[in-house]
């Protein structure tokens, strides 16, 4: 536009108006896209979900927000798992544990059929009640708490030789995802 000898428009900038409304109005839906996704966030971190209490001895109310690295959760039957988790132990209906639980992702990768994962083998016999949790704790606490924040691929705990066991993807839930039945 600036050079005479090429311009139909005689150095007079005519793009400068369309350009700036085009970045303005981009401007307002990138703000009002943050507010959405703002208040979306702050939906789902006000959902409750079940958080193991060491002092009390059970599991207490609580809201996503106030979940922490290590804390020891309780999901039930459809419910939406509040963070990224390593499974310490799954209620069956059998005398013999194994430990399975199905989960749904497809808030992850909709994907709508149910996918297995396993609760640490460590772990799995050591839990049967609320109250086995704080036994658990009290031999393995480094364990159970690295294993709660192991979320992402294969690594060793450190821990005592009992609670000794690598975290892979078969033993972890991921945020969002939903516990089937």
Known sequence: MQIPLITNTYGIPTVMMPLSFVIVVDAIFAALEDLARHKADDQANASTTLKYDDRAGSFETTTWS?????????????????????????????????????????????????????????????????SDIAKVREGGDKATREATSEA??????????????PQIINNLLNLASLLAP
């Open 66 to 130: 106030d979940i922490n690295v290590g804390d020891v959760i309780k999901v039930l039957n459809r419910e939406v798992i509040p963070a990224d988790v390593v499974i310490l132990a799954v209620k069956e209906k059998t005398e013999i544990a194994e430990g399975r639980a199905y989960v749904e992702t497809k808030s992850l990768d909709g994907e709508t059929n149910l996918k297995m994962r396993r609760a640490l083998k460590t772990t799995l016999n050591d839990i049967k009640t609320d």
């Open 152 to 165: 992402t691929g294969e690594g060793w705990s450190e821990a005592t030789a009992a609670y000794h066991q």
